[in-house]
Structures are given as C-alpha cells and as structure tokens.
C-alpha cells in the first residue's frame, strides 16, 4: 500500500451477494456501490475500512477478516477529493444475518447478487465495479486499478499488479 489515498472502500459478500450502498450523495449519487469512504488523520486504510464499515452497516469486521484487494485510482475528469482509494474484501459466512433494505444516514443497503454487479446492462451501478469486483473477490493477488473519465463518463480501466 505505497499510495496515499483518501478513500477506502469495501465489498462485503455473503454466499453469491454482496451488501450495495445506494449512495444519497457524489460521488456516484444515485448509484450502487460498496461501503467505504474518507480516511481520518493518522488512520491507517484497514482502520478507515473498520470504522466506515461499522458506521454505515452497523457490522462489526475484525482485522483479521479483512483482505486487501489492491488500489483504484482515476484522473481529474472524475469528480472527487481525492485521486484514488482502497479496495478491501469481507468474506462473511453464508448463515449471516442482516436484513435489507435498510436505510442508514450515507443510502440505502441492499444484498445483491455479484452477477447483477457486474452485468453491463445493470447500468445503476458505479460504472467501474464491473471491471474491477470479479478480481477482487476471485483473485488472492492485489492489483491497481486505474480508471480514466472523459467528464465524468467512465472511458477505460487498466489492471496492473501490485
């Protein structure tokens, strides 16, 4: 993890869903994403990721079950504070219980299944989950993605490891 990025963000899944958050604000208003955000001063990704977690879903994540996925990064054409973010994975077990929709203060959690993520015509979804999401929840290995806009439309992603 040699960046210094501002966000984090993660993808929970249970059995073959993943817990989306239809986000109330930019970026990517209006859209299905994981849960994450912005990092506190001195906090470590891991420590922003465990914190975000909690206070979006109310689930509490151990260390020990999160797994680093890689890094995300985009260019100026893409409205956000920041230039990049990490990528975490939390494999919960198949019998986890948490009932959805819920409504929370950032959006709207909802399961759903990593096929309807990653189906190009499921267009309500963060335009760059579907290029990245398959890796990082099949692949032990991390990677860096790079994401390039033309005023905000999503154009090209490249993967490079880490």
């Known amino acids: 993890m040699e960046q210094n990025y501002l966000y984090t963000l993660a993808f929970l899944k249970r059995k073959d869903e993943i817990l989306m958050i239809n986000r109330l604000k930019s970026p990517w208003q209006g859209m299905w994403n994981g849960v994450g955000g912005k990092r506190h001063h001195g906090e470590t990704p891991a420590e922003c990721i465990i914190r975000e977690i909690e206070e979006e879903t ?18 100026s054409d893409f409205i956000a504070q920041s230039s990049g973010l990490y990528i975490f994975y939390v494999d919960l077990p198949d019998d986890f219980v948490f009932a959805t929709p819920k409504g929370v203060r950032e959006g709207i959690l909802e ?6 993520i990653c189906d190009e015509k499921s267009v309500g979804v963060a335009h760059n989950i579907r290029f990245f999401l398959p890796t990082v929840l099949s692949d032990e290995k991390s ?20």
């Open 111 to 116: 399961w759903r299944k990593v096929s309807w």
């Open 58 to 75: 109310g689930i509490l994540v151990e260390p020990n079950d999160l797994k680093f996925r890689g890094t995300l990064s985009w260019n």
């Open 143 to 162: 990677y860096h993605y790079h994401n390039v806009f033309d005023k905000n439309i999503l154009v090209n992603v490249t993967k490079t490891p880490l």
